[in-house]
């Protein structure tokens, strides 16, 4: 059994800069990595970023490349996403999950992560 709490949602202006916590706690032994999601009024959830659980692979979605940062701090069990020069359609509720089937930790797909936080909302005004 793992637990997934996401923190660092709030309001910014477009141009703004945000920084989301992701902390896993239980079962950790069997997270292969940890990814983020998002989930905008009236749109599909769509993928963001995943790290493997060691730290050595991140991949992330085009939309966010370059902008977005996932990082991980393994004392705490804790992954992060930096949020910089965010955009107004970056408004969405935002979801960490926990990878434990991927071999690489890293995946896009919905289906490798099985436990998943309960969202913070992000909302970038223009």
């Known amino acids: 059994q793992v637990q997934v709490v996401e923190s660092g949602g709030g309001v910014v202006q477009a141009g703004g800069s945000l920084r989301l916590s992701c902390a896993a706690s239980?079962?950790?032994?069997?997270?292969?990595?940890m990814g983020w999601f998002r989930q905008a009024p009236g749109k599909e959830r769509e993928f963001v970023a995943a790290?493997?659980?060691?730290?050595?692979?991140?991949i992330y979605a085009d939309s966010v490349k370059g902008r977005f940062t996932i990082s991980r701090d393994s004392a705490k069990n804790t992954v992060y996403l930096q949020m910089n020069s965010l955009k107004p359609e970056d408004t969405a509720i935002y979801y960490c999950?926990?990878?434990?089937?991927?071999?690489?930790?890293?995946?896009?797909?919905?289906?490798?992560?099985?436990?998943w936080g309960q969202g913070t909302q992000v909302t970038v005004s223009s």
């Open positions: 999950a926990t990878d434990g089937l991927s071999p690489d930790g890293t995946s896009r797909l919905e289906a490798s992560y099985a436990y």
């Open positions: 239980g079962r950790t032994f069997s997270i292969f990595g």
């Open positions: 790290i493997s659980w060691s730290g050595t692979n991140t």
